[in-house]
């Protein structure tokens, strides 16, 4: 270290405090992540660096700088925007309009009876078909959802985990019968089975034989699909489930991990499937941190992959897709949220992204808009072709702050990794609960500090916005979409030869029992015209369904706010409520349906009973009936329905009314809260609903209110 | 129609708000409670009460859910109540018993009611006997009582059923020592859970550990007979075992009398226990109304008086209002 640049140091120290009268030592800022950054960083910071290394260049060693030489100066990241609603025909007009205004790559989202593995026939899907991705129920339907799309040319990225199986087969034959040699396909399948159970909620199987038929799928492809990356391993819901950087980071290399191995137990090399192996990682809004984000992720998979004895330099190579982040995205004042996504799109370019989803400014309020998905569209265009980020590979190599907090979390998420290694990997780690727990419990910080203001977002707890602007909302009217599945599925059940489909199903059936590799099985019985329904329940007779248990936190809410009074003013009233009614007020919060957004729900409960209110929590996946037998049967005051997947305007009404038939003189309040477009509101007051809490809701608030109702009503009677 | 009418008519709204009435702390309500209980008791059902106590997180929901979707498999009626620990730092609860009971509790032979704890002693909160007298008059015929065993809380959750069952699981036969007598003492049958998978053979050693335990012990008067079974909730395998003992053990009890005899000794119980409280209550509230605990405490501290002085001086203060 010269001494010219400690004296300059020490006379920065020096100003530093002169102008904000504190010293530089202290001057420390705080993240989710519990890393501290400092006002200033220097060279001094780049010697501490040990995971990172410094003389790599972009596609060097340890990858840190990019998983190419050249990167965007050669061909710039892959647009690929996430999509799909209603029937297989719309959602293919979307794409071929946005495939013509520039988009590059496909990326499918189906609706979540077909996640779940249900016909859009099944009693149990009734408000969910068409609603928040496109119904497939048979390979009919994957022929005309690529219709005029050649398969052979087309990058297909599909997100589908639970019925995986089923799928990929009929994606798989709608090729076949294009004329595309499976071999030919290129694209990527989602087929992350353990983030199901952490936070996506989309599983089928119990872990173990979900974790089969992931490796089944590695298998297969890696022998039959060259070009065809065999899974997705995602960050991305885990961070939008509420994980800060650290964990999201941690977990999803550790699933990988246990990927690795699960294929690896299948008797391939790991060099037969890793280059085939890909990533997704989502992108928020703390700018740099994303950056250095994707820099350690691909810093840490090399090191996991040469430990795993990798020798292809493909193997080493962490490649991934990113979406910016919904849940940073606002349903007040909804135009910033242009502005937020662009940020975040920006960190995940110079983070080194390999192809990207941006969100549109409506994501709090509905599925995206013809006209909100242009905007999402045009801010990668914008960014590609206009500001210039395409000229130079990782132009942040070398920022003392950047290279630091690389370095910070790589170390970070190691010690998580090496802890879920002791514990036997993250399978194990995934049936105790104890990963999902953990991003609860950062969820619940998260929501602590937007309500007590301690962190600012613009137009919900500051700079609000006194004229909010309307905007237009996708309508699907899922009655119309599900009388059309309906049709298609019985015209195709009346034609097809259901004697070779019956055979295909019990031989399918009978592969599961003796563990044999069950792709192609899968893809006999979709060609046979099986529906996706049918092909998931020949398995579930051997594997049966999974019923999640899940475990909450406690008291992280409260702790946020220990000497706030607008929380010990609920709290007291909770308290007041008891002495003169003698119980606490008792709330029952629900999910039904297939919607498996359970963020919301969650936070909500742990913070009310932080209140002290008494929570009921129902599990996921309740029918309206079940809901109003157990609201029923705990004589509870209120039950607060979390909804977010666009099933209300069916289910809300159902749940009334089998509140009505079990009790005809039920005066119990129900309250609605999740993603409900305005449009919607009067829908459901007509229904009776007591009040509605949409996003961004402040929970102190929300309970207040809440505990004022269930007072006024018991007044009434 | 009355509230008492309308429970003995099995309507589900009328129980719930009957179980809420007995759990209720508000004074009226109390009144109003005993009045109803008075009713009922003259009104007794069939119904047998089964508990199942063990540590967090042993498998006592699943267990109930597995069993439970066994029994209304053979068209029983089957009321439930899980209590559940409540939070001591905040006063609420999240009450998430029903998360792991999904089966049954769409079953419309079934009634589950969770109730928070409040940190009562045993786990048992105030109105579960109370609750399980009015699902036995709505004619359930099996009552199942889920409680969270810890030390002492056995004693108080077994004098409110005719089967007390303690749930363990695989690997727990060396805690066996400390509590040895006092389980054996209570309970009547023992479920070994999570007999599956790679903890099959640790499950059988803990099967074996309890059975030697229990033949150490066996002169025992409260109960006669107790067996130790081997389950899997989540497998679903032993259910036959755990019903077949059950109607064993009630049989025998009827035949032999010890079962009247039982519920005879609880009533006592419950008696002394109701008095117990009221008094504690009582005394609580000439406590607090005295005011003068801080007060001494502030001159035990300061050295004017003795500790054993001024607990003389409080309670002769009390005693003597
Ligand atoms: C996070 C998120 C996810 C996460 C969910 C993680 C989890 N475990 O919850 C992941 C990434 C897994 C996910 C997946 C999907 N998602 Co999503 N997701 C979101 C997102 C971005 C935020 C939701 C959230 O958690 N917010 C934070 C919590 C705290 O807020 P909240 O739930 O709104 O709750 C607040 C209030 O609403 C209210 N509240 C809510 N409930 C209750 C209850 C009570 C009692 C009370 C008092 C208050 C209350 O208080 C809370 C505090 O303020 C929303 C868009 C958005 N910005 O809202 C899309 C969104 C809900 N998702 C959507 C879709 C389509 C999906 C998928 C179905 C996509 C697909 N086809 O594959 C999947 C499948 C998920 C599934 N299984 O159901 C759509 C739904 C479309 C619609 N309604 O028309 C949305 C609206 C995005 C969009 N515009 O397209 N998603
Ligand atoms: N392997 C195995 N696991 C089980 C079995 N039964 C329950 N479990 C698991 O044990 C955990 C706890 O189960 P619960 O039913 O919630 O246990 P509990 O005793 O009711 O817990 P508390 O009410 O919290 O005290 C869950 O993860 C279950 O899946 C079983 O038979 N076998
Ligand atoms: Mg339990």
Request: a negative charge; aromatic letters at 8%.
């Amino acid at each position: 270290m010269t001494d010219k640049f400690r004296e300059n140091f020490d006379n920065w120290q020096k100003s530093f405090e002169k102008e904000t009268k504190q010293s530089s030592d202290k001057a420390i800022s705080d993240t989710d992540e519990g890393i501290e950054i400092k006002p200033v960083y220097t060279k001094d910071d780049l010697k501490k660096l040990s995971f990172v290394e410094e003389n790599s260049l972009p596609g060097q060693w340890p990858y840190t700088r990019g998983p190419k030489a050249s990167m965007y100066t050669n061909r710039p990241w892959t647009i690929r925007q996430y999509a799909g609603f209603s029937t297989a025909e719309e959602s293919n007009e979307f794409y071929k309009k946005n495939l013509e205004s520039g988009q590059k790559g496909l990326s499918v989202a189906f609706d979540l009876p077909t996640h779940r593995g249900y016909d859009s026939d099944d009693d149990l899907v009734m408000g969910d078909v068409g609603k928040a991705g496109v119904a497939i129920d048979t390979v009919e339907d994957m022929k005309i959802l690529f219709n005029e799309i050649p398969l052979d040319k087309m990058s297909v990225s599909m997100t589908m985990n639970g019925a995986v199986l089923p799928v990929l087969s009929a994606f798989v034959v709608a090729g076949e019968e294009q004329n595309v040699k499976k071999n030919l396909l290129s694209g990527t399948i989602q087929n992350d089975i353990l983030k199901e159970f952490m936070v996506r909620n989309t599983y089928i199987y119990p872990p173990e034989p979900s974790m089969k038929i992931v490796a089944d799928i590695i298998e297969f492809t890696s022998k039959e699909m060259p070009k065809f990356n065999s899974i997705s391993i995602s960050g991305y819901h885990m961070q939008e489930a509420g994980a800060d950087n650290v964990l999201e980071l941690a977990y999803t290399l550790a699933d990988g991990m246990e990927y690795v191995r699960a294929a690896m137990s299948k008797g391939l090399d790991v060099d037969d499937f890793a280059p085939r192996l890909s990533f997704f990682f989502a992108i928020g809004t703390d700018f740099f941190m994303e950056i250095a984000k994707l820099r350690a992720a691909r810093t840490l998979w090399s090191k996991i992959m040469r430990d795993f004895g990798a020798k292809n330099e493909k193997s080493l190579i962490l490649r991934t897709h990113c979406q910016t982040s919904g849940v940073s995205l606002t349903e007040k004042d909804p135009y910033n949220n242009i502005i937020r996504t662009s940020y975040e799109a920006m960190s995940a370019i110079l983070g080194g992204t390999q192809s990207l989803h941006t969100n549109s400014f409506d994501e709090a309020i509905a599925l995206p808009t013809d006209e909100s998905a242009r905007i999402a569209r045009n801010t990668q265009l914008i960014l590609q072709n206009e500001t210039g980020v395409t000229k130079t590979v990782d132009p942040l190599a070398g920022s003392y702050f950047v290279e630091s907090l690389t370095e910070e979390l790589s170390q970070k998420a190691w010690e998580i990794i090496e802890e879920i290694e002791e514990l036997g990997g993250m399978t194990k780690a995934v049936k105790a609960g104890i990963p999902k727990l953990k991003i609860e419990e950062s969820a619940t910080k998260k929501q602590a500090k937007v309500d007590s203001g301690n962190r600012v977002v613009v137009g919900v707890n500051k700079f609000k916005n006194p004229h909010e602007p309307s905007v237009d909302v996708r309508v699907i009217d899922n009655n119309r979409v599900r009388d059309d599945q309906i049709k298609k599925i019985e015209s195709i059940k009346g034609s097809r030869n259901q004697k070779a489909v019956e055979k295909s199903l019990s031989d399918l059936t009978n592969a599961a029992k003796e563990n044999l590799n069950l792709l192609a099985y899968s893809i006999e019985a979709i060609k046979n015209r099986a529906t996706i329904g049918e092909v998931s329940k020949a398995l579930e007779e051997v594997y049966g369904r999974h019923f999640a248990t899940s475990l909450s936190v406690s008291g992280v809410y409260g702790k946020h706010f220990e000497n706030d009074e607008d929380f010990m003013n609920v709290k007291d009233k909770v308290e007041g409520f008891e002495k003169s009614n003698g119980r606490r007020p008792r709330v029952l919060i629900v999910k039904m349906g297939q919607d498996g957004h359970d963020r919301g729900a969650k936070i909500v409960a742990t913070s009310f009973a932080d209140m002290g209110f008494d929570v009921d929590m129902g599990p996921l996946f309740q029918s309206p009936k079940d809901v109003a037998k157990d609201a029923i049967e705990n004589d509870v005051h209120a039950i607060g329905v979390s909804t977010l997947a666009a099933g209300h305007k069916t289910l809300v009404p159902e749940l009334m009314k089998s509140l009505k038939e079990l009790d005809p003189n039920s005066k119990m309040i129900v309250f609605v809260g999740g993603v409900i477009p305005e449009q919607d509101y009067d829908f459901l007051y007509k229904q009776n609903i007591s009040a509605i809490f949409g996003p961004g809701s402040n929970i102190i608030e929300s309970a207040e209110k809440v505990i004022d109702l269930i007072s006024k009503n018991l007044e009434l009677k | 129609m009355k509230l008492a009418e309308k429970i003995i008519n099995g309507e589900r709204a009328a129980i719930a708000k009957a179980i809420t009435l007995v759990e209720s702390s508000k004074p009226d309500d109390r009144i109003e409670s005993r009045k109803l209980i008075s009713q009922l008791i003259d009104n007794p059902g069939k119904s047998i009460r089964v508990g199942f106590s063990g540590p967090p997180g042993v498998g006592k929901s699943t267990f109930i859910e597995s069993f439970g979707s066994y029994l209304v498999g053979k068209e029983l009626k089957l009321g439930i109540l899980a209590i559940d620990p409540s939070s001591q730092i905040t006063g609420g609860s999240i009450l998430g018993d029903k998360t792991r009971m999904i089966e049954i509790s769409k079953n419309p032979n079934t009634f589950i009611r969770s109730t928070p704890s409040r940190g009562s002693l045993g786990g048992i909160s105030n109105g579960t006997r109370e609750a399980s007298i009015i699902l036995d008059a709505a004619g359930y015929d099996y009552i199942f009582i889920e409680t969270v065993g810890v030390g002492q809380s056995e004693v108080v959750a077994s004098n409110l059923v005719d089967i007390f069952s303690l749930i363990v699981g695989p690997g727990s036969g060396d805690e066996l020592q400390g509590i040895k007598k006092g389980i054996t003492e209570y309970a009547d049958i023992f479920i070994v859970n999570k007999n599956d998978g790679n903890l099959k053979i640790e499950a059988s050693k803990t099967a074996a550990d309890y059975k030697s335990a229990i033949s150490y012990y066996k002169k025992n008067e409260v109960s006669s007979s107790k067996e130790v079974l081997l389950v899997s909730a989540i497998e679903q395998t032993g259910m036959d075992e755990v019903i077949n003992t059950i109607q064993e053990i009630v049989l025998q009890n009827k035949k032999n009398n010890s079962f009247e005899s039982k519920r005879c000794e609880q009533l006592k119980f419950w008696l002394s226990e109701e008095i117990k409280n009221i008094m504690q209550l009582d005394i609580q509230r000439k406590i607090d109304k005295a005011g003068s605990i801080g007060h001494f405490s502030d001159r035990i501290i300061n050295g004017d008086i003795s500790m054993y002085d001024a607990i003389e001086t409080i309670t002769d203060k009390l005693q003597s209002e």
